[in-house]
């Protein structure tokens, strides 16, 4: 599989979100058509109300939640033109990697919850140190890595 293609200005702009969340994650989607990403959708990351479905127990600088209305936008808008194309998050610890946690959190029983690719963002107070974006294969039941480059932000 292909990853989506984001356009270096848009990748800044997850990076940017990225570092003033910090020592928070960041979290988001990015909506498009014909696997080129052409708008960033900042979410707030509910996480730090203890919202999570998995994890509860997570603090904000290792967890991630999109909820209430966030969700619901982010759901309604696979019915349109510019659906969303990927699900983005940071990871503060400076790592780009699809956690067991991430994939957890991905999945609706044996399938992905959404049909999104995933771009973890690693990121220190330093700043951005890279991305790389997973995609569900359905032949091995995982999620595998499409893409790897360093922070371009």
């Known amino acids: 599989m292909n ?8 990748l800044a702009s997850i990076g940017a979100h990225a ?13 498009g058509a014909e696997g080129v990403v052409n708008k960033v959708v900042r979410c707030r990351n509910a996480q730090a109300n203890g919202d999570h479905p ?13 909820t209430g209305s966030e969700l619901f936008e982010f759901a309604r808008a696979f019915s ?5 194309l990927v699900v983005y998050h940071s990871h503060t610890n400076g790592r780009a990697y699809f ?3 991430d994939r957890v959190n991905a999945m609706a029983g044996a399938e992905p919850a959404y049909p999104v690719q995933h771009l973890v963002v690693g990121v220190t107070a330093d700043g951005v140190r890279e991305h790389a ?8 039941g995982g999620f595998d890595e499409v893409a790897r480059f360093p922070a371009r932000c």
């Open 19 to 31: 570092r003033e969340a910090f020592p928070r994650e960041c979290c988001g989607y990015l909506r």
């Open 80 to 84: 349109s033109e510019r659906p969303p």
């Open 133 to 140: 974006i997973f995609a569900w294969n359905a032949a091995t």
């Open 3 to 10: 990853a989506v293609r984001i356009p270096d200005d848009l």
């Open 54 to 66: 998995t994890h509860p127990e997570r603090g904000a600088e290792t967890g991630f939640v999109i």
């Open 99 to 101: 956690s067991e946690v």
